[in-house]
């Protein structure tokens, strides 16, 4: 295992696309780490330039202490995961296994060692012999999982392996390769965009967007601390909820008001304006944040538009100027649509961005 | 077990299953009727194929009297249309008999042997003498291979051609396939297209800028020539259908053989090639079909060393042309393409069956 390290990489297509600019990161040891982002972000170019099937344009890609920027793929011992799986469909399961360990003149007892251990640990023993077309699709992608750990790689590299699989599977899957990854110990590099697949797995969060990386943390941060309104609007189901506010400062304090709300800020947040000095803002508050309370303490009533029962919760959601804003509530009462309902929000989770750079200012 | 309950026949599915039917008997009776013409004339004996009406099958013997002639003696021979013996030959010259029963009949029958009738009728014993010849039924096949002294070198000549033209268009037409199929560049698709342009043009029509390019590189009459100009058409075949199977064979198989430790010629040979089998197949049957079959250009192009097509057509030319010798010749022809195609298909069928990409 070994450690991943991308300094200032870019990757141009033709004259004018760039697919990934001035990428810089560190993969630490056994860590799994997640690039999420929306597609055509640049997330697969800069995996695919760490495997070496795309070439750096400039930049360098190190693996440990190893620089393998201009090194051929079969030279930078990673492994990899791909999205279709890419299971050799003329091999059978343990030659699509052995496929790399011949290559590497291992003697014929060893491979054999070898590919029953790693075929077992993604249990697929029994079909060693079978042809990938005989094969489900789930069966597919544990055998191109087996293949890749196979070689004990420096490095994993997974380029959506779960987005072919039926939903049901793949939230399994998902689980059952998070812990291969804690049982092998390898250092991860795993995209994808279902925030919610990165959100489970990862150790930390790469999000991309247009070829630039807008925030790297655990999922913890970029959940609670979204650096910008699009962090804040990709990560979440459902996502954040923005609205446009103005900033009153009044004799019991500073007030964030639009048509339909009215805040009175606790003086720590406001604390948080201190440098900042436009008069309006973008309000971010996540959808579990807001809270129903009587009339009285609201700072927010609308009419309910929609509620939909999720059993062991409702997501309740209101419609102000055709800004739909979402709120989790717990299930009971039914909340019936068209009724009024009176809300507040959970102040210290809130966040504020700048209207013009989209960046957060609390921080 | 369950009641069978009759459904009413519809009349238009009827007619429509009729006339299904009807189409597909007739399609297997154009496709199958000229080959058993084939087959059956390579059999018949000179006579049968010169006879009116043919014979739909051939005989295996051939009745024959024997009688005191004006100049010798009379040879008759039993013809099944009329129900009557004809003559043919009146003669005193033995040896003459026995040529005739040969070339003419398929009989072959030795002179001791007519001596041994011609003894029953001098002895008064019978006359006419009435006796049956045994008739070999190879003997068009042979006899084509005696008559056409060119028959088994052309044979040898062919094999070589087709196999050089297989080679050489699948190692050119494969790699700019895969080129086609794998790399974008500027006037692909035109260059692509431009490829088929040699196949447009009929071999007659460029017969003789031909001759004189393969004589300029000394070419002319040597079964390297033709293989660079059958070359030259299998090879645009070869590139369109290798391209679609290499298209077929998505990139992410080779990238993994490359993140898994192979060379790019190993990917391609323990990867692509084996993927892409079946098409590479199909592009070598038709390089030996073009290459084997062709008769046109090899006529205009060799003069002293002809190609097997060439030798049977040539079968039907002059002093010795025969039919049957033609028939017996395209036979021995149909043979090795027939295996060939059978072998060939089995890969394409094996392939395509049994593995999904």
Excluded at chain 1, 141 to 146: D, E, F, H, N
Excluded at chain 2, 21 to 49: C, G, H, K, N, Q
């Amino acid at each position: 295992m070994a450690t991943l390290r991308m300094q200032n990489v870019t990757k141009q297509f033709g004259r004018s696309v760039i697919a990934v600019k001035d990428f810089n990161l560190e993969v630490k040891e056994k860590e799994f780490l997640v690039l999420l982002g929306p597609s055509g972000c640049g997330k697969t170019t800069a995996m695919r330039m760490v495997a070496g099937l795309e070439e750096v344009t400039t930049g360098n890609i190190f693996i440990g202490d190893r620089e393998v920027t201009e090194l051929p793929p079969r030279k930078r011992n990673v492994s990899m995961i791909f999205q279709n799986y890419a299971v050799w469909p003329h091999m059978s399961v343990y030659d699509n296994i052995a496929f790399a360990l011949k290559l590497k003149n291992i003697p014929k007892d060893e491979i054999d060692r070898i590919v029953k251990e790693s075929a077992s640990l993604a249990k697929i023993d029994m079909l060693l012999d079978r042809l990938p077309s005989q094969l489900s699709g789930g069966q597919q992608q544990r055998v191109a999982v087996s293949r890749a750990m196979a070689v004990d790689p420096d490095i994993f590299l997974m380029d959506e392996p779960l987005s072919n699989l039926d939903a049901k599977l793949r939230v399994s899957m998902r689980t059952e390769l998070k812990a291969i990854h804690d049982k092998a110990g390898a250092t991860t590099v795993f995209v994808t965009h279902d925030q919610s697949e990165a959100m489970s797995m990862a150790d930390r969060i790469v999000i991309m967007k247009d070829g630039e990386v807008i925030q790297v943390g655990s999922p913890d941060d970029v959940y609670h601390r979204s650096r910008s309104i699009f962090v804040a609007d990709f990560i979440g189901t459902p996502p954040t909820n923005f609205m446009d506010v103005k900033i009153k400062k009044e004799s019991d304090g500073t007030h964030l008001v639009n048509p339909h709300l009215n805040l009175l800020l606790q003086p720590d947040m406001a604390e948080h304006f201190k440098n900042y000095n436009k008069d309006h803002l973008i309000l971010g508050i996540r959808p579990e944040n807001i809270i129903m309370v009587d009339q009285g303490e609201a700072a927010l009533s609308a009419k309910c538009l929609v509620a939909e029962p999720q059993g062991s919760h409702q997501v309740v959601a209101i419609e102000l100027d055709n800004n739909i804003i979402k709120s989790i509530a717990p299930a009971n009462p039914t909340i019936i649509p068209g009724t009024d309902v009176h809300l507040n929000f959970k102040q210290e989770t809130l966040r504020f961005f700048d209207p013009d750079t989209t960046l957060a200012i609390n921080d | 077990m369950a009641k069978r309950i009759k459904k009413p026949i519809k009349l238009s599915k009827v007619i429509s299953k009729t006339i299904f039917y009807m189409l597909i008997v007739t399609l297997a009776i154009a496709i199958i009727l000229p080959a058993f013409f084939l087959v059956s004339l390579s059999f018949l004996s000179t006579r049968e194929a010169y006879q009116y009406p043919l014979p739909l099958l051939p005989s295996m013997s051939t009745e024959y009297s024997l009688t005191h002639g004006n100049r010798g003696y009379l040879i008759s021979v039993y013809d099944k249309f009329e129900e009557e013996y004809q003559t043919v030959l009146d003669t005193n010259e033995l040896e003459k008999i026995t040529v005739y029963m040969k070339n003419q009949l398929g009989t072959p029958y030795t002179i001791a042997e007519i001596e041994e009738q011609i003894a029953i009728l001098e002895s008064g014993a019978e006359d006419p003498v009435y006796f049956n010849a045994r008739k070999n039924i190879f003997l068009n096949y042979i006899s084509f291979f005696q008559i056409s002294r060119d028959a088994v070198p052309a044979l040898l000549r062919s094999f070589q051609i087709a196999g050089l033209t297989i080679l050489v268009s699948l190692t050119i037409g494969g790699m700019a396939g895969y080129a086609f199929a794998r790399y974008i560049f500027p006037g692909r698709d035109a260059l692509k297209f431009s490829v088929l342009f040699v196949r447009m043009f009929p071999g007659v029509a460029i017969a003789l800028p031909m001759v004189i390019i393969l004589a300029n590189m000394g070419f002319y009459d040597k079964p390297v020539g033709l293989v660079l100009v059958y070359s030259v058409g299998s090879i645009a075949l070869t590139i369109w259908i290798t391209a679609s199977i290499f298209m077929g064979i998505p990139e992410s198989l080779e990238e993994a053989a490359q993140v898994f430790g192979a060379t790019k010629f190993q990917t391609f040979l323990r990867v692509t090639f084996p993927l892409a089998l079946p098409g590479l197949a199909a592009a070598a049957m038709y390089a030996f079909l073009g290459a084997w079959n062709e008769t046109v250009s090899a006529i205009i192009l060799t003069q002293f060393n002809p190609t097997f097509p060439v030798v049977v057509y040539q079968a039907l030319l002059g002093a010795v042309g025969n039919v049957n010798l033609a028939a017996a010749g395209g036979l021995v022809m149909a043979v090795p393409s027939l295996i060939f195609t059978f072998i060939i298909r089995r890969y394409i069928q094996q392939m395509w069956g049994g593995v999904t990409i």
